[in-house]
């Protein structure tokens, strides 16, 4: 239940690099590097560090370019997921 999902993850996005990297995008616990082929993986993003000043709040999709840049999009900048009924009703914020 939602009781559970911040300490089970809730994996938003996925996406390959052109190496066959997968990437892993967590509302919760970050952006992860998996090697498919061993079944390694790294954490690339730790959301629970402030970036530029703000923490991630609801970091929902990804995408890998040919360089290997990560872009990824946060869904709310001032909401948790468990709380999207604010997200809906607030004042837009950028």
């Not at 967590?26 to 954490?43: A, L």
């Not at 530029?52 to 900048?77: F, L």
């Amino acid at each position: 239940g939602l009781h559970d999902e911040e300490s089970c993850g809730r994996p938003l996005g996925l996406r390959f690099d052109k190496h066959g990297n997968l990437f892993v995008i967590d509302t919760y616990h970050g952006i992860f590097k998996v090697n498919v082929k061993t079944g390694s993986y790294e954490k690339i993003i730790d959301i629970t560090k402030p970036i530029e000043g703000r923490i991630p709040m609801i970091p929902n999709s990804i995408d890998i370019a040919s360089n290997g840049d990560i872009y990824w999009t946060d869904s709310s900048s001032d909401f948790k997921l468990y709380d999207g009924v604010m997200t809906l009703l607030a004042d837009p914020s950028g």
